[in-house]
């Protein structure tokens, strides 16, 4: 994982788990695009966001919409 730049799991429907999973895993520091299907809440992209293993990303795309 440690050298992907790019991430699209947008055809998995992520729970409040594996978000978190997502955002605490270091393997995913190199990530410059992520795009995930949506369906967790609040917490889900949130906790994204605060994640300091994904501080690289310039494109952040959360099923129909894009942030960054």
């Known amino acids: 994982l440690a050298k992907l730049e790019s991430l699209n ?7 409040p788990h594996g978000f978190h999973a997502l955002a605490t895993c270091a ?5 410059t695009h992520l795009r995930i299907g949506g369906g ?3 917490s889900g992209p949130i906790s994204l966001m605060r994640s300091p293993h994904l501080a690289n990303l310039t494109e952040l795309e959360l099923g129909t919409t894009t942030f960054f």
């Open 40 to 42: 967790a809440g609040d």
């Open 27 to 31: 393997g995913v520091a190199n990530l």
């Open 9 to 15: 799991v947008s055809s998995c429907r992520l729970t």
